[in-house]
């Protein structure tokens, strides 16, 4: 049975605060490096808000790694083009390899998902502070290097 923290990410149309998704920005990163830290690296390849589980205590957890793959520096494509639309890097439906900076654009689209209030970055096409004009230039800035292909 689904735990009702699950439920905070998914059917949201409404921002985040800037602060809640830095927050859950570095959990994630603290997830991702400690993925593509390993011999050979996990690529996790599905960072999307189904995806993420948050425990009473406020700390993220990452389900659901069923099509993550290890890292293989001899394949130059993937077997498979899969990924979630709206959060996958471009590479993950082009017949490219993903690596750990898949990861990092999904981690982009993600946190450009939840301050935008549900927008899509490949989609809108727009720089976040379009849609949240008291938005940090940093964090701005730091999403629109992550989601660049």
């Given at each position: ?23 859950l ?11 593509h ?8 390849r599905?960072l ?13 957890k990452?389900i ?10 001899h394949?130059?494509?993937d ?8 959060f996958?890097a ?16 999904s ?18 096409q ?18 629109h290097?992550l989601?660049?292909?």
């Amino acid at each position: 049975m689904a735990s009702p923290y699950s439920k905070l990410f998914e059917n949201r149309t409404k921002p985040f605060s800037q602060l809640f998704v830095l927050d859950l920005a570095i959990q994630l990163t603290e997830i991702l490096e400690y993925l593509h830290a390993q011999k050979p690296a996990i690529i996790y390849r599905d960072l999307k808000p189904g995806n993420l589980m948050l425990t009473k205590d406020g700390r993220l957890k990452l389900i659901d790694f069923g099509i993550a793959r290890r890292y293989d520096v001899h394949k130059v494509k993937d077997t498979l083009q899969i990924g979630t639309v709206g959060f996958a890097a471009p590479e993950q439906f082009e017949k490219r390899q993903s690596d750990t900076r898949t990861d990092l654009f999904s981690l982009g689209s993600l946190m450009y998902f939840f301050l935008s209030g549900g927008k899509f970055v490949y989609i809108t096409q727009k720089p976040l502070r379009t849609f949240r004009k008291g938005l940090s230039r940093d964090v701005a800035k730091i999403i629109h290097q992550l989601v660049q292909a």
